[in-house]
């Protein structure tokens, strides 16, 4: 498995009360399949998807992803550890201002420390996310379409073997935000990525192979979705949707 | 306009983030305090020298004079006397004073009394009532300073001269004394009669005369004046009422303390840059919000006066702290510069001065303010619902534009009224709008550079803290005018300093001769040579004094010249210069403070240039002028100038003009004669010598009292002592209040730093999230802040260095040097105080998730 979720629990205290977000979620996840988490707002979404990427600490239970247990781990080796193997996308894009478009996309890359070539793959990159003509633009310079681009560039760019996407069109107008998530789809097929995504959006649910739905803190269903889980043997046979 | 709605918004408003802007307001508060401090305490100064004006003087009118009254005057005052008016003289000399005891000598100040001065206030002295006892009595008191340096306690006798008299108290204080007089040299405080036996007042010593009158009746003393003007105006005895004195020296005081003002309205206009920024930063937060407001029907006007309101409310609560601090800080300066102040000062708190600071401070805050808070009234309803929305901006919006003027004509106002003179203060305010371009260059410039030539080779999370310098919204600038202003007052300050303390160096310093004998008669230099340590004798400085006056220019006496109607007043010989005594000389070479401007030196050396025209003096004697009294006496090349040389008439013609240094402490001279002339005239000798072991020295001085008790020996090293002591006192002042200015600047750099630090939580939680360690976070922070204090004190010490390098040589006339250690240090005290106020503000974003952080909405 490439995400393992043991009995987690979340609990915030809210003016002096405990205030429970996330009640012994148990979830497991298969490398390279694509999982959309959907839900009410305030139902626990992006405090699970924190969770499993190590951005928090749980107040119980273990998240052990790629085989490491993440709470095992220092805050430093948790973050050199998403250096390593994990990728992000946020509904508000959060790229650093300050930065080009391919400064952006490098940033992880440099994290991580060295290496000939770096350069070479953020271009490779942004010419893939069709922004191979802005990349020394800021970010005030692009639409919200086109900062989301760079910052799935950079969600790839230390090639992860997951990626987490919070409601990543959740700015976006419809026909945008749809060509985003078939960039985020060829991408992560290409680059054989297992994909944990929240979303609203039920059309875009419907694209993953399974569907887990919260509500309450709780996951209250589990399915299959219309695309076929990717086969043992690792290959895809799953076809894109027209 | 709905007023009534516009107020209850100001008020809720206000309870979100204009607290932010609090700091900066501390910044105006701190601005306030310095001028309500600065004014209350000249009106203390002014009321209490008035209040104090007759003990001030200890009388209510005096006679003065560095010789013997003329005879003409001596009448004045016999008939005075005669007329019943309280006459008190008092001579004061220098003169080397011998303790038998310890065998110690030093030169001091040796004051004769006759009569009853000071006829106001009271002399303190141990035991009580000794005051007057020398006069009566035959006997000495001394400054407390006499016993240490001279080693005797009370009861001890001192030799001055040739009469040796007990001590029997000392003077603890004088309503009469400026405090500082006293570090020239302590005094010892004799009978009248005592000082002539003292045989001290030889020919040429460095003595005043002084007579006191007690005329309590202000229209008699003032028909005195008028009476005896045209007789005291044939001399240069200087008449002077109490009243007068009085009055130049409030006069003096006004001046330094409306100097001190600037100061401090330096400190509250930097307040003014930090609020404008802070509420830039505060608005572009709340454009939201105020869109929509506007969508919800709140017309223009209203929106806008709310926040109006709230930087009016907090500028008055600034002040209003400003004031209570200045009043405290008013109580703080007499006290501070209670050695430089001529009277004690009673404090008073002035309604003035507190209406004044609050009005300016409420000014200052709004005027600001208004600028930045223009853009609300821009900000279209459209902008909820499209929050990229940018509305096409108005070029020329007249509102603006009034803004912009009522910023600069307020500067320009408060300079003008702050400072001494009007002109003074158009000339600060144009020297602050320049520092502060200047700094908005350099720092732009600067930050070009960077961003154009920083290595792309350097590690990422340097890089990112460069580049976090050009974040939107960023601070840079302003942090850089609050810090570069401090680097740039504290910078200047030192550069100065330190160009003044080599120039005492080069006079004082290894090589230079430590001990000035004067007083010396010509037949006494040769045995004198041999007193002196062996090793002294080559470096042996011999400089005659020869006194001269002045009985003609060109054939005109200095009454005709000054009364010859067919000359314009400004272009007839200065009265000063036509009057006065002068100590010329005569000698072979030009010293080392000393170039030709103009003619040749007697052996022929031109002066630079193709002014070096050769004149020759025929039979008279040539004579060479320093640049300046050539001025004043309105003559050039080839004039001549008649002497009166001891009762010895001598006729001179100018071949040469000088430029002297007179900053060097060296014997220099307005007029140079050429040796060979007038040797024999009657003169003095002062002769410098070099003895670097302090025993020796001592041992030198104690024979010299012995052998010729006419010579008096001054020590450089304790002249030394004097002047650091002054600078030292000098500098505290300064410093305190340099404080405002620097604190203010700090403040600045807190807001500032504080107002980007959502924006840098939130890059740091993202960087963590993209798999930054906590090293590397703390890289990005630490660059940026180091940057950041760099970049603002690189600016401001450039610009320190650049002014104090023209000032140095114009303003001190003194060579300027770099100094590189203090600017380092400054540096690093800048730089270092950025990452302590910037790290401080970081520290929650190390320990929160990164989470939590991305959470928060942005915006
Ligand atoms: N720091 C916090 N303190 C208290 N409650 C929190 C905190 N963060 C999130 N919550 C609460 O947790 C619940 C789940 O939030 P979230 O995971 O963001 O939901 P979703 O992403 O599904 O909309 C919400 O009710 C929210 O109010
Ligand atoms: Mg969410």
Redesign the pocket.
């Given at each position: 498995m490439m995400i393992v979720a043991q009995g987690l629990e979340?609990t915030?205290?809210?003016g002096g009360r405990p205030?429970p977000?996330?009640r012994d979620i148990d979830l497991e996840v298969a490398p390279e399949s694509f999982v959309a988490v959907v839900?009410?707002?305030?139902?626990?979404?992006?405090?699970?998807?924190?969770l499993l990427a190590g951005l928090d600490v749980p107040s119980a239970g273990r998240v052990v992803l790629d085989g490491q247990d993440l709470f095992a781990l220092t805050e430093d080796e948790r973050a050199g550890f998403r250096a390593e193997r994990v990728g992000f996308v946020f509904q508000t894009f959060h790229l650093l201002p300050t930065l080009t478009a391919l400064e952006n996309v490098l940033v992880p890359l440099e994290l991580r420390g060295g290496g000939r070539g770096l350069r070479s793959r953020a271009t490779e990159l942004l010419d893939h996310v069709g922004l191979g003509d802005r990349m020394h633009h800021y970010p005030a310079q692009l639409s919200g379409g086109e900062q989301q681009r760079v910052a799935l560039a950079r969600a790839f760019a230390n090639q992860p073997r997951i990626l987490f996407a919070?409601?990543p069109t959740g700015n976006l107008d419809q026909e945008t935000g749809a060509a985003i998530v078939a960039m985020l789809e060829e991408l992560n097929r290409e680059a054989r990525t297992t994909l944990v995504m929240?979303t609203h959006d039920q059309a875009l649910a419907e694209r993953a192979h399974r569907i887990v739905r919260?509500a309450g803190?709780c996951i209250v269903a589990d399915e299959e979705a219309g695309a076929p889980a990717p086969s043992a043997d690792g290959t895809d046979s799953a076809a894109p949707r027209p | 306009m709905k007023l009534g709605f516009a107020l209850r918004l100001a008020v809720r408003e206000s309870r979100h983030g204009f607290r932010r802007v609090g700091v900066y307001m501390a910044a105006i508060t701190l601005g306030v305090a310095a001028l309500v401090a600065i004014h209350s305490f000249r009106d203390d100064v002014a009321r209490s020298v008035q209040e104090e004006a007759d003990v001030l003087m200890g009388a209510d009118a005096r006679f003065e004079a560095n010789r013997p009254l003329p005879d003409s005057v001596t009448h004045i005052i016999d008939s005075l006397s005669a007329a019943g008016v309280d006459v008190s003289r008092v001579t004061t000399t220098l003169s080397m004073v011998l303790a038998p005891k310890s065998g110690d000598v030093r030169l001091l100040q040796v004051q004769a009394l006759q009569g009853g001065f000071p006829f106001y206030g009271e002399v303190e002295t141990t035991p009580a009532h000794s005051w007057g006892r020398h006069a009566r009595e035959g006997v000495a008191l001394v400054d407390p300073a006499v016993l240490t340096q001279l080693q005797i306690s009370l009861g001890d006798t001192l030799a001055v001269g040739r009469v040796r008299v007990p001590v029997v108290a000392t003077v603890e204080n004088t309503p009469t004394d400026l405090g500082y007089q006293t570090a020239v040299g302590p005094r010892v405080y004799v009978s009248q009669a005592t000082l002539d036996s003292a045989g001290l007042l030889g020919f040429g010593s460095l003595a005043r005369y002084a007579v006191y009158l007690r005329m309590p009746d202000e229209g008699a003393r003032h028909a005195l004046r008028q009476r005896y003007s045209s007789v005291l105006r044939a001399t240069d005895v200087s008449f002077r009422l109490a009243e007068d004195q009085a009055h130049r020296l409030s006069n003096s005081i006004r001046f330094l303390g409306r100097f001190l003002g600037l100061v401090g309205l330096g400190a509250l206009l930097l307040g003014g840059i930090g609020v404008a920024s802070a509420v830039q930063v505060y608005v572009r937060e709340r454009r939201p919000a105020v869109a929509v407001l506007r969508c919800l029907g709140a017309d223009q006007w209203t929106v806008f006066a709310a926040y109006v309101v709230q930087a009016a409310a907090l500028g008055l609560i600034g002040s209003g702290v400003g004031v209570a601090l200045g009043a405290a800080t008013q109580r703080v300066l007499p006290v501070l510069l209670a050695g430089v102040l001529p009277v004690p000062v009673s404090t008073r708190f002035s309604p003035a001065a507190a209406a004044a600071g609050v009005g300016i401070g409420v000014w200052v805050a709004v005027v600001f303010a208004f600028i930045p808070l223009l853009e609300i009234k821009d900000v279209p309803p459209l902008q909820a619902l499209r929050q990229d929305f940018e509305p096409p901006r108005r070029r020329r919006d007249p509102w603006r534009i009034g803004a912009y003027s009522a910023l600069l004509a307020s500067v320009f106002l408060l300079c003008g009224v702050e400072a001494p003179e009007t002109s003074v203060g158009l000339v600060f305010a144009v020297a602050l709008l320049v520092t502060v371009a200047l700094l908005a260059a350099v720092a732009w410039g600067l930050t070009r550079l960077t961003r154009r030539f920083f290595p792309t080779r350097a590690s990422y999370p340097v890089r990112q803290g460069v580049s976090n310098l050009f974040r939107p919204h960023n601070q840079t600038l302003s942090v850089t005018l609050a810090l570069g202003f401090g680097a740039f007052v504290v910078g200047t300050v030192m550069q100065v300093e330190g160009s003044l303390l080599d120039d005492l160096t080069v006079s004082f310093g290894q090589g230079r001769p430590n001990v000035l004998l004067f007083d010396v008669q010509k037949d006494q230099v040769d045995s004198l040579r041999t007193l002196l340590p062996a090793s002294a004798r080559a470096g042996l400085e011999v400089t005659p004094l020869i006194m001269s006056r002045i009985t003609a220019i060109d054939g005109r006496t200095p009454a005709e010249l000054r009364s010859d109607s067919m000359i314009p007043r400004e272009e007839r010989p200065r009265r000063w210069a036509l009057r006065r005594e002068y100590r010329n000389t005569y000698r072979a070479k030009l010293g080392s403070a000393e170039t030709l401007v103009a003619g040749r030196w007697w052996d022929g050396t031109p002066a630079a240039g193709d002014s070096g025209r050769a004149v020759s003096a025929g039979d008279l004697v040539p004579v060479s002028l320093e640049e300046g009294i050539a001025q004043d006496l309105k003559v050039g090349l080839g004039d001549t100038i008649s002497w009166n040389v001891g009762g010895m008439p001598v006729e001179s013609v100018v071949t040469s003009i000088r430029h002297v240094e007179w900053s060097r402490l060296q014997p220099n001279f307005f007029a140079i004669f050429k040796p060979g002339y007038i040797d024999d005239a009657p003169q003095t000798i002062i002769m410098l010598a070099r003895i670097p072991d302090p025993t020796r020295r001592a041992d030198f001085q104690r024979a010299l009292v012995h052998v010729f008790p006419n010579v008096s020996a001054l020590d450089f090293s304790r002249v030394q002592e004097a002047i650091d002591s002054v600078l030292s006192r000098v500098r505290t002042a300064v410093t305190f209040l340099a404080l405002f200015s620097a604190l203010a600047g700090i403040l600045v750099l807190v807001g500032a730093l504080a107002t980007s630090r959502l924006q840098r939580t939130r890059e740091g939680a993202l960087l963590k999230t993209l798999g930054a360690r906590r090293t590397q976070v703390l890289t990005v922070l630490f660059t940026e802040y180091l940057a950041l204090g760099t970049l603002a004190t690189a600016a401001g010490l450039a610009l320190a260095w650049i002014a104090s390098a023209i000032m140095v040589p114009h303003v001190f006339q003194v060579t300027f040097h770099t100094h590189p250690v203090p600017l380092l240090v400054i540096w690093g005290a800048v730089a270092g105080l950025t990452l302590a106020v910037g790290l401080a503000g970081s520290r929650g974003l190390l320990r929160r998730p990164p989470l939590?952080v991305l959470?928060e909405v942005p915006e």
């Open positions: 979340k915030y205290t809210s205030l977000v996330l839900g009410p707002s305030g139902s626990g979404k992006t405090t699970l998807l924190g919070d409601e929240v919260l803190g | 939590a959470r």
